[in-house]
């Protein structure tokens, strides 16, 4: 079956760094366009980046654009997110996912990604001070 791993998230001040990462199991990752979602305390889930299979594509949500960013190595099959110049708006649950379908253009993310996809069981990130 699908397996998403991701890293132990973590604590830190606003403008700091944290990096995550997702270890993925159980199907043939590079023909899968990855995602990062992340859902705050009450609030439904919001996706933050994606990448296609090939790694040479990349999207991005307007609250994290210049602040993130996501890679991918298909010969280790991991998935990883940069994240910098981090604010309290970040704090959330992340998840690691897998699209149901290539995603192609920012605006099927939610559709393929979020509500179609496979998610992990995700990691912690505060942000505060």
């Known amino acids: 079956e699908v397996q998403l791993v991701e890293s132990v998230g973590g604590a830190v001040q606003p403008g700091g760094s944290l990096r995550l990462s997702c270890l993925a199991a159980g199907f043939d990752f590079t023909k899968y366009d990855m995602s990062w979602i992340r859902q705050a305390p009450g609030k439904g889930p919001e996706w933050v980046s994606a990448i296609n299979s090939g790694g040479d594509k990349t999207y991005y949500a307007d609250s994290v654009k210049g602040r993130f960013s996501i890679a991918r190595d298909n010969v280790r099959e991991r998935l990883t997110l940069e994240m910098v110049s981090m604010v309290p708006e970040d704090t959330a649950l992340y998840y690691c996912?897998?699209?149901?379908?290539?995603?192609?253009?920012?605006?099927?993310?939610?559709?393929?990604?979020?509500?179609?996809?496979?998610w992990g069981r995700g990691t912690q990130v505060t942000v505060s001070s």
């Open positions: 996912a897998r699209c149901n379908s290539p995603v192609g253009a920012s605006t099927t993310v939610q559709a393929t990604c979020v509500l179609r996809g496979d």
